[in-house]
């Protein structure tokens, strides 16, 4: 297929809000394209060289057991060791049980099937993250969106909202899906006191709240607020994390952390595992540590995030709004009047050679044209330089 073809495919899927079946795609990196839009851990610091040494210790120290259902004694200890590792974070509250999922995909996707079916409602973000909308279509359709401003999920908007949901005896969501920590297209970080009025608005609806917490390690100043589990007295949260920002998105090594009865239910639907990475990972935890190595990354990602902003405060419009992170790997950019995202990324694939995500793919109802999604992540510095200069001049164009 031709670019110009899978271009014309993708933004067709994504305005019909078919976003999974595109993204294969969409994840690709184009040769010869300024990747901005790859929301991917740089591959240059993946440990290749220690994992490599874990997989030969792993099979030396356990033989055909490693390779056996369930993997060996290594494998068995990998939940022991990320529980401690959480645990030292203030992410484990005491009263709470794991349970290791094949990536966080996997770990939302166990909770739809759990709590969703056609026509039960589910709250989400506006924006969110495009992965759980491809998963939670699979089991409903009805989505309620509530803003995110730069200080988090807007609570008040959401509790005007379901207050007039309840007076009119219309449904209540099942669950709220969040991204707290450096969200996931917006950048922003929940604050303090959002957090706390969240939870109270849960208690008062009774509504579940998932926590996404992919990027939570990743902050470039003191850590965040505390997280919602941590907040939570009520076991209303599922707290769900992953290595695939701090060791390797390809280990698919993800966790959730609720109450038993809900990790109990999600643990009969979890059927996937690799007994053999369990093991590998565990090794490589227990050689070398992961607090080292998140130092390291907030490091990096802190540089590059900080390159992006300097990009394009000095290219884009005087004036114009972006996003300016505390971690994670995001950007969120909003786009002059008239300018629309689809255009943009149409004209920035070809033939100018720039990648961003337009903002529809991040929104339930298909809204969202006048925004980009910057990653500052994948992309290596020069890329990233190469990248903002071309987007900078489209913007222009696309306002004259």
Known sequence: MKTGESIDRFLTEALRGNTGSVQGWWRRKVEGVAALHLGFPDPAVFPLKELGESAKAVLEEEGLTAL?????????RLKEIITEWTQRAGRFPEGREMMLTMGSQQAIDLVCQLMLEPGAPVAVEAPTYMGFLTNARNYTQAFLSYPVDE???VVDAMAGDLAARRRAGRPLPRFLYTIPNFHNPAGVTMSLDRRKALMALADEFDFLIVEDDAYGRLSFQPEPPPSLQALDDAERVIHVSTLSKIVAPGLR??????????????SRLNVASSGFLHGVVAHYCL???LDERVERLRDLYSRRCHLLLDLLEEHLPPGTPFTRPDGGFFVWLPLPDGVSAVRIYERGMVPNGVAVMPGQSAYADGQGDDHLRLSFSFAEPAEMERG?????????????
Request: hydrophobic letters at 50%.
């Open 388 to 400: 903002v200069k071309l987007l900078s001049r489209l913007i222009l164009d696309e306002m004259r």
């Open 253 to 266: 090594i993800a966790w959730v952390v609720a109450a038993p009865s809900i990790v109990k239910q999600l």
């Open 287 to 289: 050689r070398h540590g």
């Open 68 to 76: 056996q259902y369930g993997g060996g004694p290594l494998a068995a």
């Open 151 to 153: 200080n988090g999920l």
